[in-house]
């Protein structure tokens, strides 16, 4: 007897873009791997390198490593 149930959690989760104020810039910052974007006056556009850096964020990549 088996019951299908559904996995819940089993997708890969993205961490939501961060942005920190620095003075009077924000800077996108990545939780990730540890990536700052340069300092913009609107959080928008900070939030929009943020999304860019995810694209080619070098950990977000699911690679093992052993060491
Ligand atoms: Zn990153």
């Known amino acids: ?3 299908m149930s559904p996995e819940i959690g ?3 989760s993205v ?5 920190e104020d620095r003075g009077s810039f924000s800077h996108a910052v990545c939780r ?3 990536w700052s974007g ?3 006056r609107s959080r928008r556009v900070s939030r929009e390198d ?3 850096h995810q694209e080619t964020c070098p950990g977000r ?3 093992a490593q052993e060491g």
């Open 15 to 19: 961490e939501p873009p961060v942005v």
């Open 32 to 34: 990730v791997c540890g």
């Open 61 to 63: 990549q699911p690679s």
């Open 38 to 40: 340069p300092g913009r």
């Open 10 to 12: 089993g997708a890969a």
């Open 1 to 3: 007897m088996v019951a």
């Open 50 to 52: 943020s999304r860019a």
